[in-house]
Each structure stands twice: as C-alpha cells, then as structure tokens.
C-alpha cells in the first residue's frame, strides 16, 4: 500500500540535500527516459527525483544544455527576436476581419 508520509518524507529530504547544494534556488535535472535537460526550481527538481522520473543532470548534459540554449538565441536574434517571431505567427493564426480598417 501506497504510504504518502513516506512519499513527501522523501521529497522534503531530497529538497534538503538540494538546497545545500544549489543555493541559487534551481537546478538542471535529466529524464531518466531521453536525458532531456531541463532547469527547474529545487522543489520541483526534488519531487522529481523521488518519483524517479529524472536525475540531477551530469556536467557533460549541463553543458550540451547550455551550448543549445546559446544557438536557440543565436537563431532568434537573427529572425528578429522571439517576440517578434511569435507576433508574426499570431497575426497569420488570425482569421482576416472584415471590419478591420
């Protein structure tokens, strides 16, 4: 039987160890299925942990992160900004208004 005390013991343990070890308040975590990198808050890092659906990132896959967090601006830069960008898509999305002057 599911005991949830034992659960949330474990989370709060594992935001303990965290808290120590990333002052800054967020950590980058790998799914334990594809290694996708993600940067998460250590509440949300620590349930995520104890429900064994991830695992704190290695220095490599930090690093494969961060160099594709640097293209992704790159690109954006380039096409004129992600604001921009998602202007442009909204206004295509849009059907054309016949009262639109």
């Known amino acids: 039987m ?3 005390s034992v659960y949330w013991n474990s989370i709060s343990t594992k935001l303990s160890e965290l808290k120590t070890q990333f002052p800054n308040g967020f950590c980058r975590v790998a799914a334990t299925r594809n290694g996708q990198v ?3 808050s250590l509440s949300n890092a620590a349930r995520c942990i ?3 659906t991830h695992r704190l990132a290695s220095d490599d896959e930090i690093k494969d992160f961060e160099r594709g967090m640097e293209l992704r601006k790159a690109q954006q830069a380039q096409s004129g900004g992600g604001l921009e960008a998602a202007r442009r898509m909204f206004q295509a999305l849009q059907p054309a208004r016949k009262d639109a002057k």
């Open 2 to 4: 599911f005991d949830s």
């Open 50 to 52: 104890a429900d064994g």
């Open 38 to 40: 993600s940067e998460v």
